[in-house]
């Protein structure tokens, strides 16, 4: 079919095998969904060639999809260029459509800072996800509540790094609103978010005891033992 009607099958080509590497990914079959998303950009940088405003998001959605794979194989390194070219089209595609793209970028940006982190960049992570974490900000305040599980898990990277890189205090005041915003999104959302407050509230009493901050520490301690203990009563995995 592909070879008799190249530009009517090409994009459901490429769709299907961004939608295959997702599912291969789910499934846990990482070099076979590693391989889809390899013919997948492959795809899409032939439809980008005389396409291209219609089928860069496309691309780069591809690139960002090869990344996070790349990432989790035995050579995360390859995944750098990859991550790279993504921002770069997204970035392009912000300044064309900015509501429609801002969390593709922010999403992508995250992605940077973690593969950056993986393989020792601890500055360049920091810069990515620093970025990342102030478009996901304007995302919220522009009401779309829906990417609040973006910015806290962004911010979380943040902190991570922040902690890393010595930044002491500015990580402390980082978790404690990561904590904020789990603590919002588990009121909505109890299963999914849940666990993740009481790890971040176990985080925050780690960082306030080194702080000499001994009393805070214990309040957090004893509300991640009881969201822990909520879990365990709720039969859910921490």
Not at 182 to 209: H, I, K, T
């Amino acid at each position: 079919l592909l070879a008799c009607s190249r530009d009517r099958f090409l994009p459901i080509f490429a769709t299907a095998l961004r939608s295959l590497s997702l599912v291969l990914c789910s499934a846990e079959q990482m070099p076979l969904a590693t391989e889809a998303a390899v013919e997948a950009v492959a795809a899409c940088r032939d439809l980008v060639t005389e396409h291209r405003d219609t089928y860069l998001p496309h691309l780069a959605e591809s690139l960002g999809i090869l990344a996070i794979l790349q990432g989790a194989s035995v050579a995360p390194e390859n995944s750098l260029a990859g991550v790279a070219e993504a921002v770069r089209y997204y970035r392009e595609l912000v300044n064309v459509n900015r509501e429609k793209y801002l969390g593709d970028l922010a999403g992508v940006l995250h992605t940077s800072a973690r593969l950056h982190h993986s393989l020792g960049s601890q500055r360049t992570a920091l810069e990515a996800v620093e970025e990342s974490v102030v478009l996901y900000r304007e995302i919220v305040v522009r009401g779309k509540k829906v990417l609040l599980n973006g910015l806290a898990d962004a911010m979380g990277t943040m902190a991570t790094l922040q902690r890393e890189n010595c930044q002491q205090k500015e990580s402390l005041a980082t978790v404690r609103e990561v904590v904020d915003l789990y603590s919002e999104l588990a009121q909505v959302d109890r299963s999914a978010f849940l666990p993740r407050l009481a790890e971040w509230l176990n985080n925050l009493a780690v960082l306030q005891g080194e702080g000499g901050c001994q009393e805070a520490s214990l309040v957090s301690s004893a509300r991640s033992v009881e969201a822990y203990r909520q879990l365990v009563a709720d039969n859910l995995e921490p």
